[in-house]
């Protein structure tokens, strides 16, 4: 996540770039796997379960790349002191628009991180922001590993609208 910051305007942005990237590769593959090996020579001489495996594997890729850019948005959270507003936005890749929260900062309670398990079980970390109707707003489109880093941007956050620092034992959970 990068911060943005000026007297009047703090801008916090994460793109998942790395994710984007690597579920791009997915696709890549899979995509040459379902071009490319029909075309060769040797398709002809595959049984028919031989042919079910490799397109099944291409699929897959292919799928499982495309899951992942869809599921790991880019999401933007814009405070602005002067007109004593806040925005939240969140883009996944391939939609036509982004989804839009607009908030009064008045109505901001609290910023923290919260613990969450990645699919290993592990501790995996996302800073958020509480609104006063309850609404938990992510700021990740996906978890971070480490709470540290996590928790310094969640402080950032929190001086810039004033409110108390992190204490370090106060991790959502």
Same mark, same amino acid.
């Given at each position: 996540?990068?911060?943005?910051? +000026?007297?009047? =305007?703090?801008?916090?942005?994460?793109?998942?770039?790395?994710?984007? *990237?690597?579920?791009?590769?997915?696709?890549?593959?899979?995509?040459?796997? *379902?071009?490319?090996?029909?075309? +060769?020579?040797?398709?002809?001489?595959?049984?028919?379960?031989?042919?079910?495996?490799?397109?099944?594997?291409?699929?897959?890729?292919?799928?499982?790349?495309?899951?992942?850019? =869809?599921?790991?948005?880019?999401?933007?959270?814009?405070?602005?002191?002067?007109?004593?507003?806040?925005?939240?936005?969140?883009?996944?890749?391939?939609?036509? +628009?982004?989804?839009?929260?607009?908030?009064?900062?008045?109505?901001? =309670?609290?910023?923290?991180?919260?613990?969450?398990?990645? +699919?290993?079980?592990? %501790?995996?970390?996302?800073?958020?922001?509480?609104?006063?109707?309850?609404?938990?707003?992510?700021?990740?489109?996906?978890?971070?590993?480490?709470?540290?880093?996590?928790?310094?941007?969640?402080?950032?956050?929190?001086?810039?609208?004033?409110?108390?620092? *992190? %204490?370090?034992?106060?991790?959502?959970?």
């Amino acid at each position: 996540m990068r911060i943005q910051q +000026s007297p009047s =305007r703090l801008v916090a942005r994460d793109t998942p770039g790395c994710l984007w *990237l690597f579920g791009l590769v997915f696709v890549m593959s899979g995509t040459f796997v *379902l071009v490319a090996a029909p075309l +060769s020579i040797e398709w002809a001489t595959f049984t028919g379960w031989e042919r079910a495996a490799i397109l099944a594997i291409g699929i897959g890729h292919l799928g499982g790349g495309l899951w992942l850019i =869809r599921q790991t948005p880019a999401t933007t959270l814009e405070l602005d002191r002067a007109r004593g507003t806040g925005t939240h936005r969140i883009r996944h890749p391939g939609d036509r +628009s982004e989804t839009v929260v607009v908030f009064r900062l008045a109505d901001l =309670r609290d910023v923290d991180v919260l613990e969450e398990r990645d +699919s290993d079980g592990d %501790p995996a970390f996302v800073v958020r922001v509480v609104l006063a109707d309850g609404r938990a707003l992510k700021l990740h489109g996906a978890t971070v590993r480490d709470e540290a880093r996590a928790a310094e941007r969640a402080g950032e956050i929190r001086q810039f609208v004033g409110l108390p620092a *992190l %204490p370090p034992a106060r991790v959502g959970r």
